[in-house]
Nanobody
Framework: QVQLVESGGGLVQTGGSLRLSCVASGRTIDSYVVGWFRQAPGQEREFVATIRRYGGYTSYADSVKGRFTISRDNAKNTVYLQMNILKPEDTAVYYC?????????????????WGQGTQVTVSS
């Protein structure tokens, strides 16, 4: 019922910044919980950040807390992930995901809709 498209990935040096965007179509996502996940080669998909519907509470993985910020612009039907002080271990494909439920969800299986992913590479 909703399509998600991520963008903004790229190659940056350690300490650099990127802003990822997740643009939704098909449905408005103001009432959806949206999360960001990442998956490095050979690794499990891991939780990064999530934001509750209507731009409420946010939650972050310990590994990114203080460096990453999730936000949403409901007028643009877009959720962002601002990534600062990037580290090589942040290198992964980043995915946004959405679920039409109320709450804070940190497990991939809790989300119903996924984007195609955008590659983030942080050089050492």
């Amino acid at each position: 019922q909703v399509q998600l498209v991520e963008s903004g990935g790229g190659l940056v040096q350690t300490g650099g910044s990127l802003r990822l965007s997740c643009v939704a179509s098909g449905r408005t996502i103001d009432s959806y919980v949206v999360g960001w996940f990442r998956q490095a080669p050979g690794q499990e998909r891991e939780f990064v950040a999530t934001i509750r519907r209507y731009g409420g509470y946010t939650s972050y993985a310990d590994s990114v807390k203080g460096r990453f910020t999730i936000s949403r612009d409901n007028a643009k039907n877009t959720v962002y992930l601002q990534m600062n002080i990037l580290k090589p271990e942040d290198t992964a494909v980043y995915y946004c995901a959405a679920v039409n439920e109320y709450g804070v969800f940190t497990t991939a299986s809790q989300y119903d809709y996924w984007g195609q992913g955008t590659q983030v590479t942080v050089s050492s």
